[in-house]
């Protein structure tokens, strides 16, 4: 594929090449070694929607409800892991549609904050935030020591997961990427004009340019 690039009045002409089959394992391993697992139980009916993104799930039936005057609903206890995927994930799926911002993203790509750092920040906000009235701020600390509970149920459910940072590198080198030819900018939106049938201005000539 070869996608346009308009720099210092010039027009750049790149080629885009993939190795798919690689870039779509590394997909699989970046989700299974790197997104972040949360675990969740609660009642759901055999209608409840189960999603790529849930592990190890595990159904026990809890009983039966009535759900209309004709009918017996059977309703079930589900269990199971959910993987957040890190956003590494997605831009590959943009990369896999030749998406040529999602290369760039992908170069641009920092680590995301961790949970201790979001923590960390909730208990500087709450006490910021204290109000004086003992009832709102008990309310406040009890929300604090879910979430403080929450982490460490957390921390051991993603002790052998790693950050997609360490696979960046990996998947640029799937990505091939081409300088083909320059050419004066003048030249190409004169191209432009005699071979289209509208009047456009050269902001929308180089819009046009850049979408091919």
């Known amino acids: 594929m070869y996608y346009f690039e308009v720099k210092d009045n010039q027009v750049i002409k790149y080629s885009l090449t993939l190795d798919e089959a690689k870039l779509k394992e590394l ?9 972040r697992i949360t675990h969740h139980c609660h009642y759901a009916n055999k209608d409840f929607p189960v999603t790529e993104q849930m592990k190890n799930i595990s159904w026990i039936t809890s009983g039966v409800r009535e759900f209309d005057d004709t009918s017996l609903e059977e309703h079930y206890s589900i269990e199971y892991d959910f993987y957040h995927y890190p956003l590494l994930v997605s831009l ?3 990369v896999l549609t030749y998406d040529i911002k999602a290369v760039e993203q992908i170069k641009q790509l920092k680590d995301a904050p961790t949970q201790e750092e979001e923590l960390l920040k909730e208990q500087k906000l709450l006490l910021l935030s204290l109000s004086g009235n003992q009832e709102e701020d008990n309310l406040a600390f009890k929300k604090l020591q879910d979430k403080i509970n929450a982490y460490y149920e957390a921390k051991e459910l993603n002790r052998n997961q790693v950050s997609d940072i360490s696979y960046q590198e990996q998947v640029l080198s799937c990505i091939h990427v081409k300088k083909v030819k320059v050419l004066p900018l003048d030249m190409v939106l004169e191209v432009q004009d005699f071979l289209s049938e509208q009047t456009l201005s050269k902001e929308e000539k180089i819009k046009q340019l850049i979408k091919k």
């Open 27 to 35: 997909r699989q391993e970046i989700i299974k070694r790197c997104s």
């Open 92 to 94: 590959i799926d943009k």
